[in-house]
């Protein structure tokens, strides 16, 4: 990796111009934000940026739980483009520091580059390619092609290494993070995972506005939060402007990134986690996500020792390709070559459709099989998602340790096949009768039900099919109290055929 040379590289570049400085489209001059003001905007001392468009021009000063910019071109970003650039320019003691990245799109919406709000619906947990950094801050690893990640949500997060980032820490705040189905914390994080570095943070906009929030370039001091998690010291800065820019293409066709499997591999991949808070956070209102006293095996990638776990990924890696339909789940989607292979073969004989369901699998047990390579051949349409049964069976998980496990798999599936939808079901109800297993599940599934975006991920919830009025399950479609018979299989491929219709085209 480089060391910091931005300067040498500047002079280099704009040696034997006749124009020393380049202009950014119709960039605001820097005077024209008196509490941002410097002696010469730092954007036209980067000759990458006269090809980009403002898109965004922020005050973080100013934010006060809501994020209003001081420029907001996104409705005038009608033409695809092809990148997209940040620059934060921060200034403490009088002494100015910025960084400036650039990398490949991760989206194709100019509404989505932003501060991830709410109301922006912006969430991108990904990796990003050719990653062009630019700073005067010596500690930050500059050049151009390198290979970084996002952190992009609206919401709590937690300190799991959801994408199985390189050298990320599964119990610590840093490149590596999983986002929450809950809160208002908030993280818009761009990082070089290969220098381990944050190259810059912007968190807790919401809940610390424009004072409160987390702010930083490079790696925070300590070990706890290098991604500036809990720092809450956006007041230490006299000044803190974010531009946001996107170079524009003609013609161009936008490609979703590159899956996380084409990113070099690291160690086993924690893909959200209750990891314990660090001593010096704040109390669980205060902080990315609730605390907790243990490390969440939801979302620690273990194999299931025994069924047919090697069989099942040697399956998807024997018969790549083109796919209608991928089930993935335990004994209940396996069973479909039991009791349910009629049913499959009236409903699916026709579609080319791939069986991933495991006896006995849990969440934990999944994201094992998706590390080793079962979706990285397989490119399906639609993916078919029931898991966290087996998870409910003791006291070993709790509901946020299940309900966890559950959104890493989509986030999973979501990074290994970014054009493939997502139909996750509601878990199925399990016992004789009411219980508090079954309670737990009803809860869980309600929160489930919230990952429903209408674009990537559908949620479809029929298990009230198998209870009977009195509320127990009924024997004719679940003779266990668990797994369909033939009957059960019928249910729910009539439930989710109007649903798969829609997302395969048909």
């Not at 919401?155 to 820490?169: E, R």
């Not at 929450?180 to 908030?186: H, P």
């Not at 073969?345 to 849990?362: A, H, P, T």
């Amino acid at each position: 990796m480089k060391p910091n040379l931005v300067p040498c590289f500047i002079r280099k570049m704009l040696t034997g111009l006749a124009v020393l400085f380049f202009f950014c489209g119709s960039l605001p001059a820097a005077e024209t934000n008196t509490d941002n003001a410097t002696s010469q905007d730092i954007l036209a001392t980067i000759p990458e940026a006269k090809d980009y468009q403002l898109v965004y021009d922020l005050d973080i000063g100013k934010v006060a739980k809501t994020v209003a910019y001081d420029v907001n071109n996104s409705a005038q970003i009608t033409t695809p483009f092809d990148r997209i650039a940040y620059l934060l320019e921060l200034t403490k003691g009088g002494q100015s520091q910025w960084v400036y990245v650039s990398m490949d799109a991760f989206t194709d919406d100019a509404g989505k580059v932003g501060v991830p709000t709410f109301e922006s619906k912006a969430v991108f947990q990904q990796y990003v390619t050719n990653l062009n950094v630019l700073s005067n801050v010596k500690e930050i690893t500059t050049g151009s092609g390198l290979k970084g990640n996002i952190e992009f949500w609206p919401n709590n997060y937690s300190a799991g290494n959801a994408l199985n980032i390189p050298n990320a820490s599964s119990k610590a705040y840093d490149f590596g993070d999983t986002m929450a189905v809950n809160g208002n914390y908030g993280s818009m994080q761009v990082h070089n995972f290969e220098a381990k570095q944050t190259l810059f943070a912007f968190n807790c906009w919401v809940r610390g506005g424009g004072a409160g929030c987390d702010l930083g370039i490079g790696n925070s001091p300590g070990d706890k939060a290098t991604d500036w998690t809990f720092a809450k010291n956006g007041a230490s800065y006299e000044s803190k402007r974010l531009r946001v820019l996107v170079r524009m293409a003609p013609g161009f066709k936008f490609t979703p990134t590159p899956k996380a499997s084409s990113t070099p591999a690291a160690t086993p991949m924690p893909v959200a986690t209750s990891a314990p808070t660090p001593a010096a956070a704040p109390a669980a209102a205060n902080a990315p996500a609730a605390p907790a006293s243990h490390d969440n095996r939801a979302i620690i990638p273990v194999k299931h020792q025994g069924g047919r776990t090697d069989s099942v990924i040697t399956r998807a890696k024997a018969a790549p390709g083109n796919y209608d339909i991928e089930f993935i789940g335990d004994s209940i989607t396996q069973g479909w070559e039991g009791g349910g292979k009629n049913v499959w073969q009236e409903f699916y004989g026709k579609r080319k459709v791939i069986n991933m369901g495991v006896s006995g699998d849990r969440t934990e047990h999944v994201l094992w099989r998706f590390e080793q390579g079962q979706l990285d051949g397989i490119k399906a349409k639609v993916a078919i998602v029931m898991i966290g049964t087996n998870n409910s069976n003791n006291k070993d998980f709790s509901d946020n340790d299940i309900l966890e496990g559950v959104v890493a798999i989509v986030n999973q599936i979501r990074t290994r096949q970014p054009d493939t939808k997502i139909l996750l079901l509601g878990i199925f109800p399990r016992g004789n009768t009411f219980s508090p297993q079954r309670g737990r599940l009803l809860e869980i599934n309600q929160v489930l039900a919230k990952l429903e975006d209408g674009k990537n991920i559908f949620y479809l919830d029929f298990g009230s099919q198998y209870v009977l009025n009195d509320g127990s399950i009924d024997k004719a479609t679940m003779p266990d109290a668990l797994h369909p018979n033939e009957a059960g299989y019928k249910i729910w491929a009539n439930a989710m055929e109007p649903k798969l219709k829609q997302l395969l085209g048909e």
